[in-house]
């Protein structure tokens, strides 16, 4: 075992096959030109895995087969040898281990020894830019003739990202599901870009492989004991490890009560797990449940504003003894959120005592946060 970012990653690689990847806000029609795109994936794997609800997986994703084939046909015409032998290990490694995109620049500045001209420091515009491999060896050729070797020594690895796991081990036996936001961007030159690894799963099809690490988070868990109300805060993807808990809970059949604030842009697109959602309400497994779709009218409404709306329901829960949930972005999202509980209990408390509540509930493990 070791350890990545704070959470504890298994260092067993578990082979999976893609079962099912399904865009949430599949009405494509519907959606409004910028609406997001949300995949909802499930992976088969021929063992069961041990893990349990709020753990997530850690994915390396792999560079696009066209940009590899691109590279190796530059790498041959433009002063770069390697064995004939060689070129299917190249291959691979620049298909799977190597980072091609947005380079660090730590590499960068390993790169200025191979080239003829120095590549940092570089203007100011340069100086921001992400850099792929493919125009960084165009915009600074090579010194002289090097074996690829010498290049991939320089390189970094393709670092793997985080998705919590949405599926419960139990109710799902040998799949896990993840909830993936294709992440969209814009460069400076406002070109829009897609993120490295939701891009790659974003296009994964039915039967493709794909490898991934289990990463346990020993602190965002379910109460020990199931008679504990368990209040969940989040936006957007923040909804996975939630999904989880509930299929958890509902199976267990908890008697604790449990209560869901969910927010995200439009009730229309964005409304993940919505029919799952509604029948957990319908059953009885959610006892409460308070959207807030920022953008379905004139002034948005978050998260944060239904906590306010319900402070005084909230507030007693809390001091029943519920357990709190945050999940999503972390700014602004969650930081936000957390005002508005400190608020709540400032109000019911005064400054001092309520300040004692807070860090009581979260020395008791009673307050939990899983925010990026
Ligand atoms: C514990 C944890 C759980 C998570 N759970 C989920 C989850 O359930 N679902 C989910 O969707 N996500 C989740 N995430 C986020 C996820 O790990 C990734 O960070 C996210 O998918 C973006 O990764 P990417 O490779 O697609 O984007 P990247 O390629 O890494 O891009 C990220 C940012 O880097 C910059 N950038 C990258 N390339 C360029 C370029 N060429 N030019 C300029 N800027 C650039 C941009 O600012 C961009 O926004 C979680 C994260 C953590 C830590
Ligand atoms: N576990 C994790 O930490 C985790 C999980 C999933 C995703 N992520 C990463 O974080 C990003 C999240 O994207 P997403 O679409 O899932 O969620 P998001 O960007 O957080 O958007 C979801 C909703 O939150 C709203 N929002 C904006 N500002 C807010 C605020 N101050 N308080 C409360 N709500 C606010 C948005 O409203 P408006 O847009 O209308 O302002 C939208 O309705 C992705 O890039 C993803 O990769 C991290």
Redesign the pocket.
């Known amino acids: 075992m070791f350890f990545y970012k704070g959470k504890e990653k298994n260092s067993e690689k578990v082979n999976g096959i893609i079962l099912n990847n399904i865009l949430l806000n599949k009405e494509k029609e519907k959606r409004k030109k910028y609406s ?1 795109e949300y995949h909802h994936i499930e992976i088969s794997m021929d063992k069961k895995l041990d893990y349990s609800p709020g753990d997530s997986i850690a994915i390396i994703a792999e560079n696009s087969l066209d940009e590899v084939f691109d590279l190796m046909d530059f790498f041959q015409k433009k002063n770069f040898f390697f064995e004939k032998n060689e070129k299917d290990v190249m291959l691979n490694l620049f298909q799977k281990q190597l980072n091609i995109v947005s380079l660090s620049l730590n590499m960068l500045k390993k790169y200025s020894f191979l080239s003829e001209k120095i590549v940092v420091p570089l203007n100011n515009d340069d100086r921001n830019r992400k850099w792929n491999l493919i125009d960084l060896l165009k915009k600074f050729p090579i010194k002289k003739k090097i074996h690829l070797r010498d290049l991939i020594q320089i390189m970094d690895p393709i670092k793997p990202r985080l998705y ?1 796991i949405s599926s419960s081990p139990i109710v799902h036996n040998d799949e896990i599901h993840i909830t993936v ?1 294709r ?1 969209r961007f814009f460069q400076k030159n406002g070109k829009r870009k897609y ?1 490295f690894c ?1 891009n790659f799963l974003s296009k994964l099809k039915k039967g493709d492989p794909l490898s991934f690490f289990v990463c346990n988070n020993r602190v965002f868990k379910l109460p020990k004991e199931s008679n504990k109300d368990i209040i969940l805060i989040c ?4 909804i ?2 939630f999904r989880s808990f509930l299929y958890e809970r509902e199976v267990h059949k908890n008697s604790g009560k449990n209560w869901l604030f969910f ?3 439009h009730f229309e697109t ?1 409304f993940l797990y919505k029919k799952e959602i509604q029948n957990w309400k319908k059953n009885g497994v959610l006892n409460y449940v308070n959207l ?4 379905d009218q004139e002034t ?1 409404v ?3 504003d239904k906590i306010w709306e319900n402070r005084e329901k909230l507030f007693s829960w809390i001091k029943n003894g519920a357990y709190i949930y945050i ?4 700014n ?2 969650s ?3 957390e005002k508005t509980l400190f608020r709540i209990t400032k109000e019911k408390l005064g400054e001092f005592d309520s300040k004692v509540f807070i860090k009581k509930i979260k020395k008791d493990g009673r307050y939990l946060k ?3």
């Open positions: 997001k919590s936001l992440h993120g939701s936006s957007g993807t923040g996975a490890p927010g995200n842009q964005d807030s779709f920022s953008r948005k978050y998260v944060q999940c999503g972005k972390k602004p999202m930081i936000d959120v899983d925010v990026y």
